[in-house]
C-alpha cells in the first residue's frame, strides 16, 4: 500500500482554502458497501492539523466576524439552493454507501433542509448585528444607574465536528449550520467510511463560492491528534461511540485546557405501545409501521432507530406477527441501484459483522430470535432473480423477544443495524421502568390516543430523553416519525446518548456562543449591545421619529405626548362600544370590592389605544405599519379623572437585508400626571430604508 496508483484516489482534505492530498503514507480502502469494490482511499500523511486550526481562528474568524446573523442567513439559504441543484450528484455517490433512494433523501436532503430552517430562523429570530442580548436587564441600583445585561458573542476559536459514518451529509451539515450562523469556523472531520460523501458535499459547497475564505475545512482521513491543538477558545461536536466520545472527554485539553465537547453517543432508543394500542387501531398500525421503519430505513443504522419495543404483555405475540407481515409484504433487500429494493446493504462488511456479533450476544442473553436470521440474506439482482452475495454487506432485519424484560442485554447492548428486541409490561409504571433502563437515550415514543397514558408516560420518561414522540390517530400521517430529529428541536440526551444537545433552533446557535454578564449604565449596555435601556440619554429634538427613515433613525430617538385626561363616559362608551363590560369599568360597588382598583377604572386596553393617538404621526411617511406588541404590562390603574401621557423612544433598529424596509421596536411607557408607571410595552414597526 502506499503507491501512487493508491494516492491518486485518495479523497482530499479541504485546508487553508486549498485541496490537498498526501503524496505519500498508507492508505486505507473503502469499498463499496454492496459490491466490495474499492471506492476511495483514505491517507492523511503529513496533514498540518495546527496551520488548520489557526486558519480557522484568524481568516475564518475575521471573515465571518464581517457578516451579521441576517447576512449568514441568508448564505445559508444561498448554499441550500445551490446544493439542491446539484444533490443527485450526490445520491448517486451516496448509493455506494448502501443507501437506497429513500436512504439518500434522508441524509442529503434532510441536510439541506437544516440550512433551509436555519436561514429562516436566523432572519426571523436573531437580531441583524453580531451580538444577542438574553433576556431582561437587571435593576442593580435604587435610581436605575447601574444594570446587568446578559449578552451572546460567538466564541473566538474553531467549531472541529467529528461525524458518524451513517449521515456524511445530514450529520455534518446540522453542525454546520448553527456554526456558521453563530460566526464560528468550521474544521469538518467524518467518519471515514464514508467520507468520499461527505467529500463531495464539501466540494459541492466550495465551488458554490458562497462561503467567505476560512469558515469551512475538511480533513479526510484519521485526525486522532486534532484536540492537542484546541484550547478553551474552541468547540467539538462529536457524533459516534461513547468509547471514543470518553477518551475525548479524558483529553487534557478538555479536563484541563478548557476545551467545549458536546457529544451524542449510544443510545438504546424505546417505542412503547399503550395499553389502549390494541391491533386493530390506528395507534397499533402506526407503532408496526414506525418499528419497520426504523428497522430498515438506512439498514438500521440511526441513531434514533428504535432498539427496544416495550409492548403490553398481551400484544406481544400480535406485534411480532404483524411486523414479520409487514417486513415480509414491504422490504426487499438488495443494491440500492436496483430497480425494487427497498434496503440496502451496512456500510460496511466490518460494520456488519460488528452487528452479527452484537446479535449474537443478545442471543446468548436470553434474546430469541422471532424474525429473521443471521444467514446471508438471498438479495434481488438487477435480472429480476435473487442470490446470496456475500461480498456486500448485507443482513435481515432481525426481531428479537426477551421473555424476561428485565434481562441487561436488551437495555445495554446496541447491534447498530436493522435490529430490535421486544420485552413486554403489565403495567404503564413498569413500562416506564423499562424505558429508564436504557440509561438515558436520544428519543422515545409511546403509542396510544389515551390522554391520561401519554401524560403519565412523558413524565416518567422525559427526563431520560432528549425528544419524546407521542404517536396517535390524529398525527400518525403528518408526524415527522420517530427517528427523524428535526432542526427546531433539541437532538441529543442525558446519560448514555452522551448529555449534550444540537439543533434544538436557535438554542444550538447559542452552544457557538458565549453568554457574560455586562455590568454599566444604561448609556454604556445601549452603546454596547445597540439596544436602548431605560436611563439612557434620548434624543427628542427635530422631526418626530415617525417621519424618520430607517437611515434616520438611531438609537434613543423619542418622543413626549402632552397629557389626555380619562373621563367616567370614556370608560363607559369604551365599554358600550368594544362590549367588555367587566365590572370594575361599569360597577362601582363591585369595583371599589376588588382589591385592585380604587374604584371604576379604565380598561387597559383603553389607555393603550389612547397612547397610540397621543404617538402617532398620522401623515403617510416611512412608518409602514405596526405589527404587534410585545411584553405588555398594566401596572397602575387608571380613575376618572386622571391623565396620561406617553414616552416613545426608538429601542432597537433591525433592518432586513432582502427588503426596502426593516423593523423598529419602540420602547412605550405610559405615564399618569403623577408620573408614576401606568402601562410599559414594546410597539412593533416596519419602517422604510428611505425617505418616503
Same mark, same amino acid.
Given at each position: 500500500?502506499?503507491? +501512487?496508483?493508491?494516492?491518486?484516489?485518495?479523497?482530499?482534505?479541504?485546508?487553508?482554502?486549498?485541496?490537498?492530498?498526501?503524496?505519500?503514507?498508507?492508505? &486505507?480502502?473503502?469499498?463499496?458497501?454492496?459490491?466490495?469494490?474499492?471506492?476511495?482511499?483514505?491517507?492523511?500523511?503529513?496533514?498540518?492539523?495546527?496551520?488548520?486550526?489557526?486558519?480557522?481562528?484568524?481568516?475564518?474568524?475575521?471573515?465571518?466576524?464581517?457578516?451579521?446573523?441576517?447576512?449568514?442567513? =441568508?448564505?445559508?439559504?444561498?448554499?441550500?439552493?445551490?446544493?439542491?441543484?446539484?444533490?443527485?450528484?450526490?445520491?448517486?455517490?451516496?448509493?455506494?454507501?448502501?443507501?437506497?433512494?429513500?436512504?439518500?433523501?434522508?441524509?442529503?436532503?434532510?441536510?439541506?433542509?437544516?440550512?433551509?430552517?436555519?436561514?429562516?430562523?436566523?432572519?426571523?429570530?436573531?437580531?441583524?448585528?453580531?451580538?444577542?442580548?438574553?433576556?431582561?436587564?437587571?435593576?442593580?441600583?435604587?435610581?436605575?444607574?447601574?444594570?446587568?445585561?446578559?449578552?451572546?458573542?460567538?466564541?473566538?476559536?474553531?467549531?472541529?465536528?467529528?461525524?458518524?459514518?451513517?449521515?456524511?451529509?445530514?450529520?455534518?451539515?446540522?453542525?454546520?449550520?448553527?456554526?456558521?450562523?453563530?460566526?464560528?469556523?468550521?474544521?469538518?472531520?467524518?467518519?471515514?467510511?464514508?467520507?468520499?460523501?461527505?467529500?463531495?458535499?464539501?466540494?459541492?459547497?466550495?465551488?458554490?463560492?458562497?462561503?467567505?475564505?476560512?469558515?469551512?475545512? #475538511?480533513?479526510?482521513?484519521?485526525?486522532?491528534?486534532?484536540?492537542?491543538?484546541?484550547?478553551?477558545?474552541?468547540?467539538?461536536?462529536? &457524533?459516534?461511540?461513547?468509547?471514543?466520545?470518553?477518551?475525548?472527554?479524558?483529553?487534557?485539553?478538555?479536563?484541563?485546557?478548557?476545551?467545549?465537547?458536546?457529544?451524542?453517543?449510544?443510545?438504546?432508543?424505546?417505542?412503547?405501545?399503550?395499553?389502549?394500542? @390494541?391491533?386493530?387501531?390506528?395507534?397499533?398500525?402506526?407503532?408496526?409501521?414506525?418499528?419497520?421503519?426504523?428497522?430498515?430505513?438506512?439498514?438500521?443504522?440511526?441513531?434514533?432507530?428504535?432498539?427496544?419495543?416495550?409492548?403490553?404483555?398481551?400484544?406481544?405475540?400480535? =406485534?411480532?406477527?404483524?411486523?414479520?407481515?409487514?417486513?415480509?409484504? +414491504?422490504?426487499?433487500?438488495?443494491?440500492?441501484?436496483?430497480?425494487?429494493?427497498?434496503?440496502?446493504?451496512?456500510?460496511? +462488511?466490518?460494520?456488519?459483522?460488528?452487528?452479527?456479533?452484537?446479535?449474537?450476544?443478545?442471543?446468548?442473553?436470553?434474546?430469541?430470535?422471532?424474525?429473521?436470521?443471521?444467514?446471508?440474506?438471498?438479495?434481488? =439482482?438487477?435480472?429480476?432473480?435473487?442470490?446470496?452475495?456475500?461480498?456486500?454487506?448485507?443482513?435481515?432485519?432481525?426481531?428479537?423477544?426477551?421473555?424476561?424484560?428485565?434481562?441487561?442485554?436488551?437495555?445495554?447492548?446496541?447491534?447498530?443495524?436493522?435490529?430490535?428486541?421486544?420485552?413486554?409490561?403489565?403495567? @404503564?409504571?413498569?413500562?416506564?421502568?423499562?424505558?429508564?433502563?436504557?440509561?438515558?437515550?436520544?428519543?422515545?415514543?409511546?403509542?396510544?390516543?389515551?390522554?391520561?397514558?401519554?401524560?403519565?408516560?412523558?413524565?416518567?420518561?422525559?427526563?431520560?430523553?432528549?425528544?419524546?414522540?407521542?404517536?396517535?390517530?390524529?398525527?400518525?400521517?403528518?408526524?415527522?416519525?420517530?427517528?427523524?430529529?428535526?432542526?427546531?428541536?433539541?437532538?441529543?440526551?442525558?446519560?448514555?446518548?452522551?448529555?449534550?444537545?444540537?439543533?434544538?433552533?436557535?438554542?444550538?446557535?447559542?452552544?457557538?456562543?458565549?453568554?457574560?454578564?455586562?455590568?454599566?449604565?444604561?448609556?454604556?449596555?445601549?452603546?454596547?449591545?445597540?439596544?436602548?435601556?431605560?436611563?439612557?440619554?434620548?434624543?427628542?429634538?427635530?422631526?418626530?421619529?415617525?417621519?424618520?427613515?430607517?437611515?434616520?433613525?438611531?438609537?434613543?430617538?423619542?418622543?413626549?405626548?402632552?397629557?389626555?385626561?380619562?373621563? =367616567?363616559?370614556?370608560?363607559?362608551?369604551?365599554?358600550?362600544?368594544?362590549?367588555?363590560?367587566?365590572?370594575?369599568?361599569?360597577?362601582?360597588?363591585?369595583?371599589?370590592?376588588?382589591?385592585?382598583?380604587?374604584?371604576?377604572?379604565?380598561?387597559?386596553?383603553?389607555?393603550?389605544?389612547?397612547?397610540?393617538?397621543?404617538?402617532?404621526?398620522?401623515?403617510?411617511?416611512?412608518?409602514?405599519?405596526?405589527?404587534?406588541?410585545?411584553? #405588555?404590562?398594566?401596572?397602575?390603574?387608571?380613575?376618572?379623572?386622571?391623565?396620561?401621557?406617553?414616552?416613545?423612544?426608538?429601542? +432597537?433598529?433591525?433592518?432586513?437585508?432582502?427588503?426596502?424596509?426593516?423593523?423598529?421596536?419602540?420602547?412605550?411607557?405610559?405615564?399618569?400626571?403623577?408620573?408614576?408607571?401606568?402601562?410599559?410595552?414594546?410597539? #412593533?414597526?416596519?419602517?422604510?430604508?428611505?425617505?418616503?
Amino acid at each position: 500500500m502506499g503507491g +501512487r496508483s493508491e494516492l491518486s484516489k485518495v479523497i482530499p482534505s479541504f485546508l487553508l482554502d486549498e485541496w490537498w492530498a498526501p503524496t505519500e503514507g498508507a492508505v &486505507t480502502e473503502i469499498l463499496d458497501a454492496s459490491t466490495g469494490e474499492i471506492v476511495a482511499h483514505a491517507n492523511v500523511t503529513g496533514i498540518d492539523i495546527q496551520s488548520a486550526v489557526e486558519h480557522a481562528r484568524s481568516v475564518g474568524q475575521a471573515n465571518l466576524g464581517q457578516l451579521t446573523f441576517h447576512e449568514r442567513a =441568508l448564505k445559508l439559504k444561498e448554499l441550500a439552493q445551490y446544493l439542491n441543484s446539484r444533490k443527485e450528484e450526490l445520491y448517486a455517490i451516496s448509493s455506494k454507501t448502501g443507501a437506497t433512494k429513500g436512504d439518500s433523501m434522508v441524509d442529503i436532503d434532510g441536510g439541506i433542509g437544516v440550512l433551509f430552517t436555519f436561514g429562516s430562523k436566523g432572519r426571523r429570530e436573531l437580531p441583524n448585528s453580531n451580538l444577542i442580548v438574553d433576556g431582561a436587564p437587571e435593576v442593580l441600583s435604587k435610581d436605575g444607574s447601574f444594570l446587568g445585561q446578559h449578552i451572546y458573542t460567538r466564541l473566538p476559536g474553531v467549531a472541529v465536528q467529528i461525524n458518524a459514518f451513517n449521515f456524511p451529509a445530514w450529520g455534518m451539515l446540522e453542525k454546520f449550520a448553527p456554526a456558521f450562523l453563530a460566526g464560528v469556523p468550521t474544521i469538518v472531520k467524518p467518519a471515514t467510511p464514508t467520507a468520499y460523501l461527505a467529500h463531495a458535499t464539501v466540494q459541492i459547497m466550495i465551488e458554490s463560492a458562497i462561503l467567505p475564505a476560512g469558515c469551512l475545512q #475538511l480533513i479526510s482521513g484519521s485526525a486522532r491528534d486534532i484536540l492537542d491543538h484546541l484550547d478553551y477558545r474552541d468547540l467539538v461536536g462529536f &457524533t459516534g461511540s461513547a468509547s471514543t466520545s470518553n477518551a475525548l472527554r479524558a483529553h487534557p485539553n478538555v479536563v484541563h485546557g478548557g476545551v467545549r465537547l458536546t457529544a451524542e453517543t449510544d443510545s438504546l432508543n424505546a417505542a412503547i405501545l399503550g395499553p389502549d394500542a @390494541i391491533p386493530g387501531t390506528p395507534e397499533f398500525e402506526a407503532f408496526v409501521k414506525s418499528l419497520v421503519t426504523e428497522m430498515t430505513v438506512k439498514a438500521g443504522q440511526k441513531c434514533t432507530s428504535i432498539r427496544r419495543a416495550i409492548v403490553p404483555s398481551s400484544s406481544v405475540e400480535d =406485534l411480532i406477527a404483524a411486523v414479520s407481515a409487514r417486513v415480509s409484504e +414491504r422490504v426487499v433487500i438488495g443494491d440500492p441501484r436496483v430497480e425494487g429494493v427497498t434496503m440496502g446493504a451496512l456500510v460496511s +462488511r466490518e460494520q456488519k459483522n460488528e452487528v452479527l456479533s452484537r446479535v449474537r450476544e443478545l442471543v446468548n442473553a436470553g434474546g430469541r430470535i422471532v424474525m429473521g436470521s443471521l444467514d446471508e440474506p438471498r438479495i434481488l =439482482l438487477a435480472d429480476g432473480t435473487h442470490a446470496v452475495a456475500p461480498e456486500g454487506a448485507f443482513m435481515q432485519p432481525v426481531l428479537l423477544h426477551f421473555a424476561d424484560a428485565l434481562a441487561q442485554a436488551a437495555h445495554s447492548i446496541e447491534a447498530f443495524g436493522p435490529v430490535t428486541s421486544v420485552v413486554g409490561y403489565d403495567s @404503564i409504571d413498569e413500562a416506564i421502568a423499562l424505558a429508564a433502563l436504557g440509561a438515558g437515550s436520544l428519543v422515545a415514543s409511546v403509542a396510544t390516543h389515551d390522554p391520561d397514558v401519554a401524560k403519565k408516560v412523558i413524565e416518567g420518561i422525559a427526563a431520560h430523553h432528549g425528544r419524546t414522540l407521542i404517536l396517535d390517530r390524529d398525527d400518525a400521517k403528518s408526524s415527522t416519525g420517530h427517528g427523524s430529529p428535526v432542526p427546531h428541536l433539541v437532538h441529543g440526551g442525558p446519560g448514555r446518548a452522551g448529555g449534550g444537545e444540537e439543533l434544538g433552533g436557535i438554542r444550538s446557535v447559542l452552544h457557538h456562543m458565549q453568554r457574560t454578564a455586562v455590568q454599566g449604565s444604561p448609556a454604556m449596555l445601549t452603546a454596547v449591545t445597540g439596544q436602548w435601556f431605560t436611563g439612557a440619554p434620548r434624543n427628542l429634538g427635530g422631526a418626530h421619529p415617525f417621519r424618520r427613515s430607517l437611515a434616520e433613525l438611531k438609537i434613543g430617538d423619542g418622543f413626549d405626548s402632552p397629557l389626555r385626561q380619562v373621563t =367616567l363616559e370614556d370608560i363607559s362608551a369604551f365599554a358600550e362600544f368594544t362590549g367588555d363590560k367587566f365590572y370594575a369599568h361599569t360597577d362601582p360597588v363591585a369595583a371599589a370590592a376588588n382589591p385592585f382598583f380604587p374604584g371604576i377604572v379604565a380598561h387597559g386596553y383603553l389607555l393603550v389605544s389612547w397612547a397610540a393617538g397621543l404617538f402617532v404621526d398620522a401623515a403617510p411617511g416611512p412608518v409602514l405599519a405596526n405589527y404587534g406588541l410585545e411584553n #405588555l404590562r398594566f401596572i397602575t390603574p387608571v380613575s376618572p379623572g386622571d391623565s396620561i401621557r406617553v414616552s416613545l423612544t426608538v429601542k +432597537r433598529i433591525t433592518p432586513r437585508e432582502t427588503d426596502e424596509y426593516g423593523e423598529v421596536c419602540w420602547d412605550a411607557v405610559i405615564h399618569n400626571e403623577r408620573d408614576e408607571i401606568v402601562a410599559s410595552y414594546d410597539v #412593533l414597526t416596519l419602517v422604510s430604508k428611505l425617505p418616503r
